[in-house]
């Protein structure tokens, strides 16, 4: 039987709402507990601790997700199955870790045998829950609560709304902390060494840049009939344009700067490129990430970007076009 669209679409969009409405919830109750957990994962780490994330069911999977997401801000994480942790894995805590204890209930069996397990490796306890008066929130030092005004099962049975503002309030935690404790993008870049993230994160300018051949660099007072020869045999939009003496980037010419050099009469062609070229272009050092140079083209909404040495002389071109090849976009 096919499935009615105005159904579908009714529900679905229901859905989202009620999960943003848990999310809304979450963010209004924000105050002193979160600050305190917030402080207590900064305390743990500058310790050289490290958080230990546990839980049950679909609270375990959001516990992995959030070690996941600490481990790759460089925050030091481990998920500890609350099952297996009865059974020989609490070998993975130490003292002076800090247990972060997921539970929506806050009434698990599993997860409450492990507060008192806890304590006895001197771990601070922090109560990750939806229920503020539940025997874990009562049992643990500090409570992270999350508000649920229902559940986006019309069973009211199927975690929904709870996973998402757990997750979402763990998230807000990971990025509180990632800004207090200064993380840059070289520091995030470490930590994702592998797959397409990794690539993006480590790709240098160097690594994209258009050099040798493929890098048209003139005097800037060439004429425009010769600067665009040599844009064309580079195969090039743009062409560098240099001091004739010092060989330092003064300016560059691009294919919008030639066709608006073609309006100022028939003998656009044998005036020096200087004329029309654009002083004072944006540029970026070979060393600098891809990411560096992506940034620079969303900013300044332009076409091409010199990359230039220590001294100021063109050494390569990034071309827009080729950022979506590399992935980079």
Known sequence: MALDSTFV????????????????????????????????????????????????????????????????????????????????????????????????????????????????????????????????????????????????????????????????????????????????RDDFARYHPAGNLGRVLLLKVGDIMRAGDRLPVAPENITVQDAILRMTKARSGSIALVHPRTGKLTGILTDGDFRRSALTGPDFLQKTAASFMTRGPKTISADALGVDALRLFEAHKIDDLIVVDAKGKPVGLVDGQDLPKLKIV
């Open 9 to 184: 679409l009714r529900r679905a969009r229901q859905v989202l709402r009620i999960e943003q409405e848990a999310l809304a919830a979450t963010r209004e109750a924000l105050g002193a507990e979160f600050v305190a957990a917030a402080r207590a994962v900064h305390e743990t780490l500058v310790a050289g601790r490290k958080l230990v994330f546990t839980g049950v069911g679909k609270s375990a999977h959001i516990a992995q997700k959030l070690a996941g997401t600490f481990n790759s801000t460089g925050a030091p994480s481990s998920f500890l199955d609350a099952t297996q942790a009865l059974h020989g894995d609490l070998g993975m805590v130490s003292e002076g870790d800090l247990a972060l204890i997921l539970s929506n209930s806050g009434q698990t069996d599993e997860v409450l045998k492990l507060v008192p397990l806890l304590r006895r490796f001197g771990v601070r306890l922090v109560a990750f829950t939806a229920r503020p008066e539940s025997d874990l929130a009562s049992g643990c030092d500090l409570r992270l609560v999350y508000k649920v005004p229902k559940e986006a099962c019309p069973l009211a049975l199927a975690p929904t709304a709870s996973t998402t503002a757990a997750l979402a309030l763990g998230d807000a935690l990971a990025m509180v902390l990632l800004e207090a404790r200064g993380l840059t």
